[in-house]
């Protein structure tokens, strides 16, 4: 027993010297600083990788990889420095995260040095997303030019959204051959931009005839130089006057009750037009009345051989409004037998109708004017300058002439009219106190005769813009903001896609693409177009049609079950084909109605 112990104490000491006399190894200290990683990317990006990985010791191994969550690497690279420092970045063009499924991942950094091994010093998750969950930069509500007048202004509109910051938007006009005329960008750092804000930087007056593309390009953290908008158009040269009008500078004067007429020989050796006022309405009873001494001046100026045109004073706030007031003037007209050499003028000034806006200000206009021409008369429209410029789309009623109030040494307004009012204090001989006077710039007389629109002749053919109107039948809903047409019947031609549901006007017509066995599909493009320039393009989406093929059947269903549980993903307008119940939720009660749609031989369950 002696001997065992003292074989134990005997083996405890050599133990302890051992110990004592063996090299001691330093603790591993490998750590990572400086580093970069990712949360959620969109499927096809890049993404920049940093790092530095430092360690008392020499490091014998760093690898950086991409894993699913079964540990399968997307991607991995195994760096071996020999050294106490080493660069994450310097690997970074091998991190080949572009090349990335929708799905998600863990970004793994693991490192050994002479002392530790597989040490891991970084290990985050993140997601890949595709471009269509993620694409959330917008522009809602936007104008865009199509054709006007060289020397006439346009206002652009639209606001710029995403759920992320905007950091730039950018508004240019450029040539068709890529010369810049001009361009505004702004820096917004915020979730939403009003276009309008930058519209005095749009020197769409300064352009000349040609044509021209006015674009929107935007960004924000996560999307880059993304095109929101790109319209071809049009500027055009004033017309010239029909051959044999000739241009004039006629003085013409506009009369009403309250100026006084002691000699209308005087007033004919000294003017060469009259515009009689022939009505008004009241802007506060709302009456409508006529000129009391309408019918008087009018057989006084005919007899001396003075061309005459007249006027309607409104207060119309209302497109039927205007049609009532057309249809007094037409009466007023019909009751004095009147033939007239000049226009029939629309009258806008009173403040009610410039609280309008200006798309209900311009239906108001045209409605008068066209009820005017529609039974013979040669029409136009009186306002101020700005009037014209600001409470009127005025290229928007360019087939009407303008006749413009500016009481000033030249006439500023940059669109096109007819003739100038300049006073309202001037002196004719003939006429006692203040009188308005206008330089008349075309021969009216003779348009009017050529035309046959004096009111004894044939009308002036309708002038038909080209345009298009969707007609939501069956429960077909047009989506201006994500450009989609949905819920669309199935087995629908082309031609009978454009029967049911669009309404062209003029020029306008409808072609179709990415049809399937003839018939449109979920994915067929709409683009609407009118003497080469486009319209509108939209995408469809068929009720049902999920799988795009323009066909509504059980497997339609499975894309929809497929989607729900996340085995596929599905674009916007498969979304809205897939979501047969309406409800912005896309699951088996969704596929569970394609059956029964299937079923019931194409029509919805409780149809």
Request: one cysteine or more.
């Amino acid at each position: 027993m002696l001997m065992k112990k003292l074989g134990s104490a005997l083996l405890a000491v050599i133990t302890m010297l051992l110990c004592l006399t063996m090299p001691v190894m330093a603790a591993s200290d490998i750590t990572l600083t400086d580093e970069v990683y990712p949360t959620q990317i969109i499927q096809g990006n890049t993404f920049s990788v940093y790092g530095v990985v430092t360690s008392g010791n020499k490091i014998m191994s760093v690898t950086i990889g991409v894993y699913d969550y079964d540990g399968k690497a997307a991607f991995e690279y195994t760096g071996k420095p020999g050294t106490k420092t080493y660069d994450i970045h310097n690997v970074d063009y091998l991190m080949t995260f572009s090349k990335l499924t929708e799905g998600e991942y863990i970004y793994k950094i693991v490192a050994t040095d002479t002392v530790e091994s597989g040490v891991v010093l970084l290990e985050k998750e993140f997601s890949v997303i595709s471009k269509e969950q993620f694409d959330t930069l917008k522009l809602e509500n936007p104008t865009a030019p199509w054709s006007f007048l060289e020397g006439s202004t346009f206002s652009v509109y639209g606001t710029v959204k995403s759920e992320y910051t905007i950091t730039s938007v950018t508004c240019s006009v450029r040539s068709t051959n890529g010369s810049l005329q001009f361009t505004k960008t702004v820096n917004p750092n915020a979730n939403s931009f009003n276009i309008n804000s930058i519209d005095r930087y749009m020197t769409f007056s300064q352009l000349k005839a040609g044509t021209y593309v006015y674009r929107i390009i935007a960004s924000d953290t996560y999307n880059k130089d993304k095109v929101l908008l790109e319209r071809t158009f049009t500027v055009t040269a004033p017309a010239a006057p029909e051959p044999g009008h000739g241009e004039v500078n006629w003085d013409v004067i506009d009369l009403s009750y309250w100026n006084e007429i002691n000699s209308w020989d005087k007033i004919a050796d000294n003017v060469d037009g009259v515009i009689l006022r022939i009505g008004y309405r009241a802007t506060v009873s709302k009456g409508i009345g006529k000129d009391v001494k309408f019918a008087e001046f009018y057989r006084e100026a005919k007899a001396q051989g003075i061309p005459v045109g007249c006027y309607f004073f409104s207060a119309a706030l209302s497109v039927s409004e205007a049609r009532e007031e057309a249809e007094f003037v037409l009466k007023q007209i019909k009751d004095n037998d009147c033939v007239f050499e000049m226009p029939v003028y629309f009258d806008m000034e009173t403040d009610d109708q410039r609280a309008l806006s200006a798309t209900t200000a311009t239906a108001i206009a045209r409605e008068f004017c066209e009820t005017i021409e529609a039974n013979g008369y040669y029409a136009g429209i009186y306002c101020d300058k700005f009037f014209a410029r600001d409470e009127l789309k005025a290229t928007e009623l360019s087939d009407y002439h303008f006749w413009i109030a500016q009481y000033a040494n030249a006439c500023t307004y940059d669109g096109a009219y007819g003739m100038w009012q300049y006073s309202d204090k001037g002196s004719v001989p003939g006429i006692e106190g203040n009188v308005d006077l206008n330089y008349c710039y075309y021969n009216y007389p003779r348009i009017i005769k050529d035309l046959g629109m004096s009111g004894n002749g044939t009308p002036k053919p309708p002038v038909v813009n080209p345009s298009y109107e969707f007609k939501a039948v069956d429960g077909a809903v047009l989506d201006k903001t994500t450009k989609i047409i949905s819920g669309i019947g199935q087995k629908l031609t082309p031609g009978n896609f454009t029967k049911k549901y669009l309404i062209l006007e003029g020029s306008a017509i409808a072609s179709i693409t990415g049809t399937v066995g003839g018939v449109v599909a979920t994915g067929s493009k709409l683009k609407i177009t009118a003497d080469s320039k486009t319209l509108a393009e939209y995408t469809i989406s068929v009720k049902g049609d999920t799988d795009m093929n323009g066909k509504v059947n059980s497997t339609d269903a499975l894309v929809v079950l497929q989607y729900a549980v996340g085995i596929t993903t599905l674009g916007p307008a498969r979304r809205l084909s897939g979501d047969m119940t309406d409800d912005g939720k896309i699951n088996s009660t969704d596929a569970l109605a394609i059956l029964q749609f299937v079923v019931n031989g194409g029509v919805l369950s409780g149809a």
